[in-house]
């Protein structure tokens, strides 16, 4: 069994962590803690996992997770990541981080969006952990920075069409839209439910969202030249979610037998993507509390436009579930082990 520990258990992401690994056949969940809730029983603070988790928060102690676990997921603010991150591998641990603090290969472009990196010498080591697109490296990473909510659902949904060169990359836009359990479990105006409930807003529009350069560096691998992306993110009154529609424009004389095929070929092996094709498009209720992405797609013929739609659940596949998927490979498991519930609906 592998022992495993979190650090910073008792936000959201923290929370679906524990759902995932308390019922994870080949794990051992031996500590989580938290800055907040320390000295809390679990089910105290989540009283969803009375009868299932008795563990207790504890202070973040590098000495003490080397002592109680082989793998640390790092469910912390960014910046608070990179702190802890090196301390980690020093005492001999892999670590998949859920910050953004590892997600990047350049410093300068992760410094730009966000602070200072005191970690950077470690950048070139992360994987990305996109499991389509760098799951042989994933199996031999110590250290994997696990993708955004947007960024995941954006990437799978525009990846084999610019694998195929079918689209003209500079004209990709995505149009997302996000649960309001993305904003985290922290108190905020803008998340109260008087401010939410049936209503429907965008925001950081313009190229203002942190998830901007996460897209673009990976689009631009795909592309093989540098992207800009239009990205609009929405916030929707849901707890769990994201829905994106991503537009291109299609490369002069692509029939849609192409892009079908295009989606078929570059997800054959995918355990976790589900394809609806063109005749049924996906729904976040259908993925639901799993680690799927359900992509459709519809090639308009009158503007020679390719419209895709990828659902995913921002907790799961877009945070905790993709995680332990990473876990997984890095520990020689079978990828889709402790992931096989099916979706929840209703």
């Known amino acids: ?30 500590t989580v803690t938290s800055r907040t809730s320390e000295g809390q029983r679990l089910d105290e603070v989540y009283p969803a996992f009375r009868g299932h988790c008795h563990l207790t928060f504890h202070g973040t102690d590098p000495d003490r997770l080397a002592e109680d676990a082989e793998l640390v997921f790092t469910a912390l ?32 472009l992760y410094e730009m969006w966000y602070q200072e990196h005191t970690a950077p010498h470690l ?15 994933i199996r031999t990473a110590r250290l994997v920075g696990n993708p955004g909510c ?103 004389g692509t029939p849609p037998e192409s892009v079908d095929a295009a989606f078929a070929s570059f997800y054959r092996n995918a355990r976790f993507v589900r394809l609806c094709g063109s005749k049924a498009l996906p729904s976040t209720l259908q993925v639901r509390g799993s680690n799927y992405c359900d992509l459709g797609w519809k090639v308009d013929i009158r503007t020679g436009r390719v419209i895709v739609v990828s659902a995913i659940d921002n907790l799961t596949r877009g945070a905790s579930g993709q995680a332990v998927c990473n876990m997984n490979l890095m520990a020689g498991f079978e990828e889709d082990e402790g992931l096989r519930e099916a979706p929840w609906q209703p």
Do not use: W
């Not at 929370?15 to 051992?28: A, D, G, M, N």
């Not at 313009?206 to 350069?213: A, I, L, Q, S, V």
């Open 1 to 30: 069994m592998l022992r495993v520990a979190i650090a910073g258990a008792s936000g959201y992401t923290g929370f679906e962590l524990i759902r995932l690994l308390s019922t994870h056949p080949r794990v051992v969940l031996s």
């Open 150 to 252: 947007y960024p995941t659902s954006i990437i799978l949904a525009v990846a084999p069409l610019l694998a195929q060169d079918l689209i003209v990359p500079e004209t990709i836009l995505a149009d997302s839209k996000s649960a309001v359990s993305g904003a985290g479990r922290g108190l905020s105006l803008t998340t109260h439910f008087c401010e939410v409930n049936d209503g429907l807003k965008a925001y950081k529009i313009g190229g203002e969202h942190r998830h901007t350069p996460e897209i673009e560096q990976e689009l631009s691998r795909l592309a093989g030249r540098p992207l800009n992306v239009t990205f609009t993110p929405h916030l929707v009154p849901m707890s769990r979610g994201i829905l994106s529609t991503v537009y291109a424009e299609l490369k002069a």
């Open 123 to 137: 950048l070139s080591e992360a994987v990305y952990g996109l499991p389509e697109l760098y799951r042989d490296a």
């Open 77 to 108: 603010p960014h910046r608070a990541a990179m702190g802890l991150v090196p301390e980690l591998l020093q005492r001999g641990l892999k670590v998949v981080d859920l910050s953004a603090d590892f997600r990047f290969r350049d410093a300068a």
